[in-house]
């Protein structure tokens, strides 16, 4: 279970486990989400958010981890634009641990 930080001033955080990062994986939901500035605001967790509601609403959106991802991680009352980018560098850093064969924590 990995804690990220959900707001500015640390007082808040979402629990993350390794079925999210895989599910995260599988849909590939980063892929092209951040614009070409880098930058990680409200509009990009918004544009996350209809991605994962066009995948819930498709045949192939049936899935349990995806639900559970969206209940667990990214509906969370506590996800801001900071706690998606925190998500994003805890994916990156998931993602390489996977590809170098290390299990992740």
């Given at each position: 279970m990995i804690k990220i930080q959900a707001n500015a001033s640390?007082?808040?955080s979402i629990d993350i486990n390794d079925q999210h990062l895989s599910t995260i994986d599988?849909?590939?939901?980063?892929?092209?989400?951040v614009d070409s500035n880098g930058y990680i605001d409200e509009s990009v967790l918004d544009k996350l958010k209809l991605n994962i509601r066009s995948l819930l609403e498709s045949?192939?959106?049936r899935d349990k981890q995806l639900l559970d991802l969206c209940l667990d991680v990214v509906?969370?009352?506590?996800?801001?634009?900071?706690?998606?980018?925190?998500l994003v560098s805890t994916y990156k850093d998931w993602k390489e641990k996977q590809e170098n064969?290390?299990?992740a924590d």
């Open positions: 640390g007082t808040r599988q849909y590939q939901l980063f892929r092209d989400l045949e192939a959106g509906y969370h009352p506590n996800m801001k634009a900071i706690g998606l980018q925190n064969g290390v299990s």
